[in-house]
T-cell receptor, first 111, second 113 residues
Framework: DVKVTQSSRYLVKRTGEKVFLECVQD?????MFWYRQDPGLGLRLIYF???????EKGDIPEGYSVSREKKERFSLILESASTNQTSMYLC??????????FGQGTRLTVV | DQQVKQNSPSLSVQEGRISILNCDYT??????FLWYKKYPAEGPTFLIS?????DKNEDGRFTVFLNKSAKHLSLHIVPSQPGDSAVYFC????????????FGKGTKLTVNP
């Protein structure tokens, strides 16, 4: 079975901190995604990567950056955390033109 | 502008009856559609997909119908079970170029015993 692992289930960070969310997949998928889920807003794409070192902005990239140095790992970086970035963050991976597999999610609270 | 719309935030049905969840899309380039199910505090799990060359795909109790001319798809669950209670997301991707998955806002399904 495909496994997508997010480094933390729950995180609490202070405003202004730099935050790293890590995601690892074990199926050699080309594509990796970071979404955030907020009540009433569904899943919104933050960033998408289709290959190592390749990335594309999603719908809400402001305040975030990403890194993909190895095919299996995709990191989301909050440069300076703010309270409006409190959310559930979901990482996913997919083969080319295939269905996406999601990690368990990271519930981030910024105080 | 929302490219994938799920206009019903919630749906309640009785156990054993049919659940019908709807999804509309605006981007005519979308050619691959998926449904995901999500429980609280978990990641979404894949349910079923359909390519634009088909108008129906079935997997057990789940059937997805695609009406390309209306840019509409629906998920039918028959018979509905209490364990089906979850949030259901519709997603779509476009051929060529980026393979980003675009999601709707979700519909919360409650199946009452």
């Amino acid at each position: 079975d495909v496994k997508v692992t997010q480094s933390s289930r729950y995180l609490v960070k202070r405003t202004g901190e730099k935050v790293f969310l890590e995601c690892v997949q074990d199926m050699d998928h080309e594509n990796m995604f970071w979404y955030r889920q907020d009540p009433g807003l569904g899943l919104r794409l933050i960033y998408f990567s289709y290959d190592v070192k390749m990335k594309e902005k999603g719908d809400i990239p402001e305040g975030y950056s990403v890194s993909r140095e190895k095919k299996e790992r995709f990191s989301l970086i909050l440069e300076s955390a703010s309270t409006n970035q409190t959310s559930m963050y979901l990482c996913a991976s997919s083969p080319s033109r295939g269905r996406a597999f999601f990690g368990q999610g990271t519930r981030l609270t910024v105080v | 502008d929302q490219q994938v719309k799920q206009n019903s935030p919630s749906l309640s049905v009785q156990e054993g009856r049919i659940s019908i969840l709807n999804c509309d899309y605006t981007n005519s380039m979308f050619d691959y559609f998926l449904w995901y199910k999500k429980y609280p505090a978990e990641g979404p799990t894949f349910l079923i997909s359909i390519s634009s060359i088909k108008d129906k795909n079935e997997d057990g109790r789940f059937t997805v119908f695609l009406n390309k001319s209306a840019k509409h798809l629906s998920l039918h669950i028959v018979p509905s079970q209490p364990g089906d209670s979850a949030v259901y997301f519709c997603a779509a991707s476009a051929q060529g170029g980026s393979e980003k998955l675009v999601f709707g806002k979700g519909t919360k399904l409650t199946v009452n015993p």
